[in-house]
């Protein structure tokens, strides 16, 4: 148990549709990461959030963005489904005390599938 | 971007050591080595990390080569629970990029 949760856990849309996925960190940490992960491969990172603010983007279009609120809990919002988007998304928090610090906790996901 | 290289897969018997081995040689000065292991149907999980020197926890054991182009994740005593796919990752300042991890079976 790490004390991250996302919702919802399952979640079906069709093509073109928009999704949001939220999760709720673990108390007391100020940094929030997104991960995509496809079947069979690990986890890619889409972006990360600290102190409300974007600071590290991967390779993902525009169309993938987050939001970080004051209580640091986090959305990711997925516009214009791809069926490529079927993956699970996975939302990790850490205490960011300075570079490459902090151990990160991970949700168990949100599992995607576009049809 | 720095990269790791890992095996596809290892195998191991119950209660043996195993030697999960990474190569990084782009690493830079700066980079952390994280090891993070994800069992079914669960997120990812920190499993130890370190910069220059071995660092041992309750976990496991990290062996860094003298020239940090290559780390070792050594569990003493595996474990059925240790079935799982073990990521070496080079932690960069706002990001860990995961490669395909080494998917690790253990035999009883």
């Known amino acids: 148990e790490t004390g991250v949760t996302q919702s919802p856990t399952h979640l079906i849309k069709t093509r073109g549709q928009q999704v949001t996925l939220r999760c709720s960190s673990q108390?007391?940490?100020?940094?929030v990461s997104w991960y995509q992960q496809a079947l069979g491969q690990g986890p890619q990172f889409i972006f990360q959030y600290y102190r409300e603010e974007e600071n590290g983007r991967g390779n993902f279009p525009p169309r993938f963005s987050g939001l970080q609120f004051p209580n640091y809990s986090s959305e990711l919002n997925v516009n214009a489904l791809e069926l490529d988007d079927s993956a699970l998304y996975l939302c990790?928090?850490?205490?960011?005390?300075?570079?490459?610090?902090?151990?990160?906790?991970f949700g168990e996901g949100s599992r995607l599938t576009v049809l | 971007d720095a990269k790791t290289t890992q095996p596809n897969s290892m195998e191991s018997n119950e209660e043996e050591p195993v030697h999960l081995p990474c190569n990084h040689s782009?690493?830079?000065?700066?980079?952390?080595i994280h090891w993070y292991r994800q069992l079914p149907s669960q997120g990812p999980e920190y499993v130890i990390h370190?910069?220059?020197s071995n660092v041992n926890n309750r976990m496991a054991s990290l062996a860094i080569a003298e020239d940090r182009k290559s780390s070792t994740l050594i569990l003493h005593r595996a474990t059925l629970r240790d079935a799982a796919v073990y990521y070496c990752i080079l932690r960069d300042l706002n990001d860990m990029r995961f490669g395909a991890g080494t998917r690790l079976t253990v035999k009883p």
């Open positions: 370190g910069l220059t």
């Open positions: 990790a928090s850490r205490l960011r005390q300075g570079p490459n610090t902090g151990e990160l906790f």
């Open positions: 108390s007391g940490h100020n940094t």
């Open positions: 782009t690493i830079s000065g700066t980079d952390y």
